[in-house]
């Protein structure tokens, strides 16, 4: 399987923040998205989301030659600020998105076993969402992302605001879950995307642009990377 | 910095946030957004038009708020409260209580600022130069408004010139003497008054010498007229013994430090407080279940453990509707005559019930509960956003909502009809059902109006800010509509009818626009 973003354009007003971005992104990898402050991110996945509407060019996911639209089931879209309905308890949220589900998802586990899976504690499990902690929050949110089992997992600065345990547990479970679909995950942590991520992407000047690892350590990677995003101050001149 | 170019900046800064102020209000208002440029705040000609606009405004408060309130003693001293043959005496007695109130209620020194949190917190202007020439100029506004304004109404009741024009400098006397006090206080026990929040034994202070400013006077009871103008005049010499305490004061900065972080802190708290005030009204008992699956489930959910303000208070309303109209019953029995006037009446008096059943309906606090506590969170996932979930909750709520709108309109339909027929009846048989079917379509027109407009524009942002203007509009438009129908006297027949049909194609015409728009409109605004 492969996301295809093809000439993506976008601007608000006059300033054009997506100017023709486009990048192959491949199954079973987790894409790193690194753009420096407002180049965009955030903009371009809204734009995958559907959420705002692009002025030009196409997603497309395909699978062998043939390629289609993206529908709203392919998409997982955690964001950086986690927000659950307050109103209901973590486990009548699980059956909440469970029950509208049903039919589509693939292996179906008990409410308990995903708690398990996030590492919320069984005390927690029946608690209002509105008393749960940021991080627990946040847990919740990406629990109800990969249960879905979307194709498409995008992660807008994820981890950013959690505390290390957490952040960790996070990590490790992006990894043992890249299998069979492909994430993007958005930063502007240098060591963070290097630690998670199997390719860098940058974005800048309003197009996507990968960097190759290959043949250079941790620190000549690092380099390489802000040389490039650092150019992006004579484009802008 | 010299003194004239701390003056020229302080007003730049307070210019510049007026104007983009009035620049930022102008894009609030639909049609006219349209037609502002995206670099709204790069245009000049909108900047001077603004600039203008602020400059007048500056102007008026010379003498605008001054005119309105000598006005209103000036009403009360002439006739309003006190009725007997000395109303320059009552005047100079209200005028000189509010003025001694207005001195510590209002220093002019104390009040934290936005423009005065740019210059000296952000900007770290002079903190004393700044306090002083705000304060220098704020006085000067003063004497300047009163000396104009005071003779105007102060001859209207007689008083002599040259008491009416010791007030101004009296007044202004009162408040440097009040702020000299306030600063001797701060050296001596570090405490400082904030204008923004008074205290309870404040309020108090200023509720009970405000009552015997206003009040006294009724019964005859008044300050002497030498008294008066002799304190005023001491006043005056006072405020200017202590000028040069506030002019020498240089603890002007802790000062103004500590009142702005206590302001800022405030705001941040208001800012998530709307928010936070809807998180309150979600009832937290275990006992909450529903047996139900998929938007049923959730929606039953959110009926519960929102009780307090759908189920719980509709049932509170009905309960004091039929009790008022079993009280309307009961004296209709004991006062036949009245009974029979009033059963006349009722006859035209339908349109009224449009504003009531405007006020009893539970729609806003609904579909604001709708948005705070689930979908502002559950629309950032793309499940619900499906067109097909947006449309099968409408449904679901859309009745949830008319159920819960109904169970008062039946009994105030069923009320009016019984009311109708103790009182004399109509020759109409068919006019007791008219009553309550067009009750109840009232009722069922609220609770569709509210919903569809929030589907159809759902005004706020991720921020949970109200971001629409258009949405503002409309319930303000409704709100006109229904205070004006209670002007309104139709024969109960007419009205009945029209009413009826109004909102059954009105109901039609939403739901059908919600289906065709709501899956696009339906979405967080950017």
């Known amino acids: 399987m492969e996301f295809v973003v093809d000439g993506v354009i976008k601007s608000f007003g006059k300033k054009r923040v997506l100017e023709g971005a486009s990048f192959t992104f491949e199954s079973g990898r987790i894409y790193g998205l690194l753009g420096r402050n407002g180049a965009g991110k955030t903009t371009l996945f809204n734009c995958i989301n559907g959420d705002i509407r692009t002025d030009g060019g196409s997603f497309l996911l395909k699978e062998g030659e043939e390629g289609r639209a993206l529908t709203a089931e392919d998409i997982g879209y955690v964001l950086s600020t986690p927000v659950v309905p307050e109103f209901l308890t973590g486990r009548e949220f699980l059956k909440f998105f469970m029950d509208i589900h049903g039919g589509s998802m693939e292996e179906k586990k008990s409410a308990d076993e995903y708690f398990e899976l996030m590492r919320i504690a069984p005390e927690d499990r029946d608690k209002l969402l509105k008393d749960y902690s940021h991080g627990m929050k946040n847990k919740m949110q990406m629990l109800i992302n990969l249960m879905a089992q979307p194709r498409l997992l995008l992660l807008d600065e994820p981890l950013t605001s959690l505390d290390v345990v957490v952040a960790e547990e996070m990590k490790e479970l992006l990894r043992s879950l890249k299998e069979g679909r492909i994430t993007i995950f958005s930063t502007h942590l240098l060591d963070l995307a290097l630690d998670l991520c199997d390719e860098i992407v940058l974005l800048h000047h309003g197009k996507l642009e990968p960097v190759d690892r290959s043949q250079s350590d941790r620190k000549e990677f690092k380099e390489k990377i802000v040389e490039a995003l650092r150019e992006e101050d004579h484009g802008n001149e | ?526």
């Open chain 2, 1 to 526: 910095m010299g003194m004239s170019k701390t003056f020229a900046i302080s007003f730049g800064i307070k210019n510049t946030y007026r104007v983009n102020s009035i620049l930022y209000g102008l894009r609030q208002i639909p049609l006219i957004k349209k037609l502002l440029p995206d670099s709204l705040y790069e245009s000049r000609g909108l900047k001077v038009f603004a600039g203008v606009l602020s400059a007048l405004w500056e102007l008026l408060s010379v003498f605008l708020g001054k005119a309105v309130y000598l006005a209103l003693i000036f009403a009360a001293a002439a006739g309003g409260i006190y009725k007997g043959d000395d109303p320059g005496r009552a005047m100079l007695h209200i005028y000189l209580i509010l003025t001694f109130v207005g001195a510590f209620v209002n220093t002019y020194l104390f009040n934290p600022t936005r423009d005065k949190h740019y210059a000296i917190v952000l900007l770290r202007m002079d903190a004393r130069q700044y306090a002083l020439i705000q304060y220098g100029y704020k006085m000067l506004k003063l004497l300047l408004g009163l000396l104009v304004l005071f003779p105007i109404f102060g001859r209207l009741v007689g008083l002599p010139l040259w008491q009416c024009l010791l007030m101004a400098p009296g007044t202004a006397g009162a408040k440097a003497l009040a702020a000299a006090f306030c600063l001797f206080r701060y050296e001596k026990n570090g405490t400082y008054p904030n204008e923004n929040m008074l205290g309870k034994l404040q309020w108090a202070a200023i509720l009970l010498l405000s009552a015997a400013a206003f009040i006294l006077p009724a019964v005859g009871l008044m300050v002497p007229e030498l008294f008066c103008v002799g304190l005023m005049g001491l006043f005056f010499l006072g405020g200017l013994a202590f000028t040069g305490k506030i002019l020498r004061f240089q603890e002007y900065r802790a000062i103004c430090q500590a009142m702005l972080s206590q302001m800022l802190s405030q705001m941040d708290q208001a800012s998530g407080a709307a928010k936070k005030q809807t998180e309150k009204l979600i009832s937290p008992e275990a006992g909450i279940t529903s047996k139900k699956a998929g938007f049923e489930y959730l929606n039953e959910l959110f009926i519960k453990r929102h009780q307090k303000i759908l189920w719980r208070s509709s049932r509170r309303i009905a309960l004091v509707c039929a009790c008022v109209f079993l009280g309307l019953l009961c004296f209709v029995y004991a006062q036949p005559k009245v009974g029979e006037e009033l059963g006349g009446r009722l006859l035209t008096f339908l349109p009224y019930f449009v504003y009531i059943m405007y006020f009893l309906n539970r729609g806003t606090g609904f579909t604001r509960a709708l948005f705070m506590n689930c979908d502002h969170s559950l629309l950032t996932y793309s499940f619900y956003r499906r067109p097909k979930a947006i449309l099968k909750l409408f449904s679901i709520r859309l009745r949830e909502i008319v159920k819960i709108n109904l169970l008062p309109a039946a009994v105030i339909g069923a009320g009016l009809s019984l009311l109708l027929y103790v009182t004399g009846g109509s020759r109409r048989p068919s006019d007791y059902l008219l009553i309550v079917v067009s009750i109840l379509c009232m009722s069922v027109f609220f609770s569709v109006h509210y919903l569809t407009i929030y589907y159809l524009l759902q005004p706020y942002n991720a921020g949970t800010e109200m971001k629409s203007g258009t949405y503002g509009l409309i319930c303000f438009a409704t709100y006109l509509v229904c205070f004006c129908m209670m002007q309104v006297r139709i024969p109960l027949f007419l009205f009945g009818l029209a009413c009826i049909l109004f909102c059954v194609i009105y109901c039609a015409v939403a739901c059908l626009l919600v289906y065709r728009l709501a899956p696009k409109t339906f979405k967080l605004r950017p």
